[in-house]
Structure formats: C-alpha cells, structure tokens
C-alpha cells in the first residue's frame, strides 16, 4: 500500500501482537481480497456457482459467500444488475452469520449503509418477518434503500434516525439486532488508504462514545430473550473488548455467547476471549471484531414505564396480526382487499425525511381519493400479478409503499421507504415502480421475456435501448394479453419493467440504474 501507517498505530499493534506482529505487518504488502455473495432471495448458491462467468472459492465463515480472483469484475457484469449477488469484503460477511436470523424474525440494523449486511439479513429472512434498516446519514440511506430495491428485498423499512428515537418508537420489540458500529477503520487501512489518512491517535476514543450510545439504544429496543451482534472493522481495544465489557457490566441482563476461538473466529483479546476476532494475518480477509450479545428474557421497564409498555403491546399486536391480515388479503378480492387495509394506512402524517417517501410526506392523498387510486391498482395489479402483495398500503402523494408495518407504526420517524416501493398514480393510471419488477419472480408476472447475455441483448436493455422481441419469446399466463407492462428477466433473473406491442419491447430500465 502507497500510504504511510500511523506510528502509533503501529506501535499499538506491536504491543498487541507481540511475536505475530510481524506476520501482520506483511499483509500491507498484500492486496486486498474481494468477494461477492450470493443473493439467495433470486438465485441458489449452487445455482451462481454454477453461472458465474469468474472462479469462485468458498468463504469459510459464510455459506452464501466467495472469494473472487484477482482481476475478476463481478460489478461488470449484467447478473450485478440482476441483483443476484452483493459486492462485499470476505470479513464483512461475518456479523450477520453469528446474529442467527431465521425466517419471521424481526430485525434491526442500526448503521446499515450501503447496505450489504442488511440484503444479507433480508435474505435470511425469505421474505418472512421485518427488517427495519437504518442510517443516521441522509446522503448514505440514497445507496442503502438502492441496494434493498436491486436485490428484491419486499419486507424492508428504511429510516434516517438516530438509534436513540428508534428505541423509544420499538422498545422491546426486535428479536435481532446488528450494530456495525462506526469506528476508527483501522482493519480497513490496506482495503482503504483514505482511512489511514484520517486516523489520528484519539480517533478510537471519539467512536467510542459514539458506540456506548448505540449499544445503550440497541438494548432498548430488543425484546426480552434477543440477541445482538456488535462488530466493528478496528483493532482498538476501546472500541472492542473494553467497549463489549462496560456494556455488560452496566446491562446485566445481557451475557457474551462464546463464538472467538472456533472455526476461522480468533479468540478476544484480554478477559473476552469468547468475542471474535478475524485478523488479516491468519484469514483472508480484513480485520474485524465481533461480540455475540444474548439476553437473558427477563422484562424490565425504563423511566417511561407504562407509556413504553403500552407502546410496545400496540407494535407486538401489529406484528402478531400481519400474518392473518396477509391471509385474509390473499383470500379477498384485490380491490375489496385493497380497500379494507388502508385504515391501516392512515392516521398521523406519517414518515417524514428525504427519497420518495419523505418528500411527499404531508400530500398523503385521503378519503374518495386514496379509495379510487388503491381501486386502480388493484385493478392493475389484478391484471399484471393476479394476486395483492400482501402488507400495509401507505401512501405518500401518489406513490404507493406495501410496508410490513401499519402506517402509525412509523408516525414521527424520519422514513426514507416505508416499504416495498410499488408504483404510483400518474393522470388516472397506476405506473409500476421499479422495485416492484426487481422483487418478483417470473412466474409471479401475467408476461415475462428473458433476455440473454450471451448475446448481448441484456446488456442493452440494462444500456436503456428498445428491443425487438417476437411475440412467440413472451411467457403468457393464459387468459392475458401479449400487449402491455411485460417482465425483464436477464437468463431467468427479474431485472426491471418493459412495455410489449407489436413486437417491440419498449424499455421502462430507470435512467439513473443504467450500464454505463
């Protein structure tokens, strides 16, 4: 690596290291490792390994995840833009594999731009359950509700709030809990020269506050018997080991589940050797720190008593419901069904905040008007998809969100997407949104087309260039048309929206999305 490495750092490092200082010290000399995972709400790890136009070599701590040669551009290619893997560092993978997540979880990830833990969480979840995801940047939740949208996730809810206000708005309510705190970077300074730059020697110190508050918010808002992961990419002891040992001696009803010292997880330094470690030295892959958090089930109350327990009986009782309003749903007529839930979606102003969603905030259409534009998209979904996407309908201006939560459920929360994002109303019409295409399967959508990229056709679709497709290429439901909003699949795998007629394929890929 071109920068210099901070002389106390280095200093630091030695005293921790001792005789494998040096081993350490050879990995700058080293390049980085890449690696991409497997986006298993599309596509089949066996399947990618089977696809993939580059080698592929398993990562030790992740089922879904592979090393990548060096020279391979997985972002290069057009299955990145078919969402059907994530670009992520090999160690970054880690935090969400000890948090446990199971389908019907709830879940939190407290500081998740750009969001490769949080598309790594969503497809634990198979769509089942919620994943509330969350950055306190404006600028960083742009790329983190991008990401949710490529990858097909429908159940996320993405918020620009600080910990503490998410705890006071779910307390006690999240089964798992990730927090990759912020911190110095120090196991990112041969993957990022820019972090050397800016590492200064009370750099961990000011991180560590920062993660004293998270950890504090987080606890809050877990339910009784939850787990946390808490991770950083540093090698300070102050935002690690001692950050994980205050934490406990102030909470506990909290107590470390032993991961460090098994498979590739080196033990915790000094009396935490049940946290884990990975270390550029001994795994391929930066350094980061983890520490498995589990509490003990037993209730407890803040200082707001009563008000915080009636407010997570209202959240436990929304979510103990959505299942059997999703069947009910189903089981309904799409406009008698559309109809009924939209109480659910009314009642305060609702998410606030930049994107879509917050931009609109306070423009929520109401009364005959909601009940028209919800009419019309279920007519259209109706005819597109057959059956309602099942979940909360929350309108912001025009623009219709299905969220895993009722719209009260959000009130006061700066909300970039409230949701699965499914389209909006322009002149009377329902428009479907690009998200909504990148969700559904193939068979879900009344007309499909696959795309090659063999022959180059994919590649100009994602280019943004009219196509001319034969009308006997369609997959037709029976009983439907061939004209109309058609799904773009690239080799089997939804990539976005066209509209087929006359044996042209009108291309509907966002501008801002396309292959450049």
Not at 88 to 101: C, D, I, K, N, T
Not at 114 to 121: A, D, F, H, L, N
Not at 404 to 413: F, M, V
């Amino acid at each position: 690596m071109a920068a210099q490495l901070p002389g106390l750092f280095m200093e630091r490092m030695k005293e921790l290291l001792g005789p494998e200082y040096e081993l350490f010290v050879d990995t700058y000399k080293q390049s980085p490792y890449g690696g991409i995972r497997a986006n298993t709400l599309k596509i089949t790890v066996d399947e990618l390994r089977g696809r993939s136009p580059f080698g592929l070599e398993p990562i030790p701590w992740c089922p879904t995840g592979f090393y990548t040669g060096e020279g391979a551009r997985p972002g290069k290619h057009p299955y990145y833009h078919a969402g059907l893997y994530y670009i992520q560092e090999p160690s970054a993978m880690a935090p969400v594999e000890l948090l446990g997540v199971q389908p019907g979880d709830r879940v939190l990830d407290l500081c998740a731009a750009p969001g490769g833990k949080s598309t790594q969480i969503a497809a634990k979840l198979q769509g089942e359950g919620l994943l509330v995801t969350n950055d306190l940047h404006p600028e960083r939740t742009k790329a983190l509700a991008k990401n949710l949208e490529l990858y097909g996730v429908r159940n996320g809810i993405v918020l620009n709030e600080s910990p503490e206000r998410i705890a006071a708005a779910f307390p006690g309510f999240f089964d798992r809990i990730l927090i990759d705190a912020p911190c110095s970077g120090e196991g990112m300074f041969r993957k990022d020269e820019d972090m050397v730059k800016q590492w200064e020697p009370e750099t961990p110190a000011k991180y560590a506050g920062m993660q004293r508050e998270i950890l504090a918010a987080a606890a809050a808002a877990l339910k009784p018997g939850g787990t946390v992961v808490y991770s950083t990419c540093t090698f300070a002891l102050e935002e690690n080991e001692e950050m994980i040992e205050e934490f406990l001696s102030g909470h506990p009803q909290f107590s470390l589940v032993p991961v460090g010292g098994s498979g590739p997880f080196a033990a915790g330094l000094g009396p935490l050797p049940g946290a884990a470690r990975l270390w550029p030295h001994k795994v391929k892959g930066e350094g980061h720190f983890m520490a498995v958090l589990q509490h003990d089930g037993s209730e407890s109350l803040d200082s707001d008593g009563e008000a915080a327990a009636e407010a997570k009986a209202d959240l436990q009782e929304a979510a103990l419901t959505i299942s059997s309003r999703n069947r009910d749903a189903r089981s309904a007529s799409p406009a008698k069904a559309s109809a009924g839930r939209a109480e659910s979606g009314r009642g305060g102003k609702g998410g606030r905040g930049s994107g879509k969603a917050g931009a609109s905030a306070g423009r929520q259409a109401q009364g005959t008007g909601e009940e028209v534009s919800l009419a019309v998209y279920a007519d259209f979904i109706q005819e597109l998809l057959g059956t309602m996407p099942a979940g909360y309908p929350i309108w912001f201006g025009d623009h219709l969100y299905i969220s895993p939560l009722p719209r009260e459920a959000l009130d006061g929360l700066k909300t970039i997407r409230p949701g699965w994002y499914v389209g909006h109303m322009k002149s009377g019409r329902f428009i479907p949104g690009h998200p909504l295409a990148t969700a559904l399967r193939p068979a879900e959508s009344s007309r499909s087309v696959s795309l090659s990229t063999e022959s180059g056709e994919a590649v100009s679709y994602l280019k943004g260039e009219t196509l001319s497709i034969p009308e006997e290429r369609l997959s037709i439901k029976a009983g439907h048309a061939s004209k109309g909003y058609t799904l773009v699949c690239i080799d089997g795998f939804s990539a976005g929206w066209g509209k087929w007629q006359d044996g042209m394929l009108k291309n509907e890929y966002p501008a801002g999305w396309r292959w450049t």
